[in-house]
T-cell receptor
Framework: DTGVSQDPRHKITKRGQNVTFRCDPI?????LYWYRQTLGQGPEFLTY????????KSRLLSDRFSAERPKGSFSTLEIQRTEQGDSAMYLC???????????????FGPGTRLLVL | DQQVKQNSPSLRVQEGRISILNCDYT??????FLWYKKYPAEGPTFLIS?????DKNEDGRFTVFLNKSAKHLSLHIVPSQPGDSAVYFC?????????FGTGTSLTVIP
């Protein structure tokens, strides 16, 4: 299977602990996105990488959140000092460069469901 | 602010009939629109897309219509099948950011 993979699929942690999630994009995709989804909402943009460069960050991404994509392949999203409000599904998506006249389609991984107790 | 809205949280349709899912947006700079389907405990799966230079795109049982003047798009599924039961998200993009609606839960009744 060459789709987007995420690890772990589920994470339960206590408030105040740090957690790290990993995303492996589709191998030929140079763009990688992180989203957060809470119950009853659509995915909300967190941050975006083109290759190894983090090009955009949402205001949702507080200073407790950090994302990296070393070498432009897999990416990690770390949340420090987790809070109960961080409980959500964290989705990763990847895409290839947007061709002129053709839109960019993002392909999502299965997500990591985080529960902060 | 919610730039992409799906005002119907749920929809029930009889098998074999047409399902119509609606989506409205506010940002006239959006130039690419997508529909995703999501099953529980899975990530969204890409379904169909449309560029703003078109008003219709068809793929098998799925057709997306775009009305730019009304800032409205819709997804038609015909005929609907029980396996289509899922949450459907519309998304819109301008540049590198994608904005998603809150989803419509479709139930196709056998």
């Amino acid at each position: 299977d060459t789709g987007v993979s995420q690890d772990p699929r589920h994470k339960i942690t206590k408030r105040g602990q740090n957690v790290t999630f990993r995303c492996d994009p589709i191998s030929e995709h140079n763009r990688l996105y992180w989203y957060r989804q809470t119950l009853g909402q659509g995915p909300e943009f967190l941050t975006y990488f083109q290759n190894e460069a983090q090009l955009e960050k949402s205001r949702l991404l507080s200073d407790r959140f950090s994302a990296e994509r070393p070498k432009g392949s897999f990416s990690t999203l770390e949340i420090q000092r987790t809070e109960q409000g961080d409980s959500a599904m964290y989705l990763c998506a990847s895409s290839a460069n947007r061709d002129r006249g053709v839109g960019e389609t993002q392909y999502f991984g299965p997500g990591t469901r985080l529960l902060v107790l | 602010d919610q730039q992409v809205k799906q005002n119907s949280p749920s929809l029930r349709v009889q098998e074999g009939r047409i399902s119509i899912l609606n989506c409205d947006y506010t940002n006239s700079m959006f130039d690419y629109f997508l529909w995703y389907k999501k099953y529980p405990a899975e990530g969204p799966t890409f379904l169909i897309s449309i560029s703003s230079i078109k008003d219709k795109n068809e793929d098998g049982r799925f057709t997306v219509f775009l009305n730019k003047s009304a800032k409205h798009l819709s997804l038609h599924i015909v005929p609907s099948q029980p396996g289509d039961s899922a949450v459907y998200f519309c998304a819109a993009s301008a540049g590198n950011q994608f904005y998603f609606g809150t989803g419509t839960s479709l139930t196709v009744i056998p």
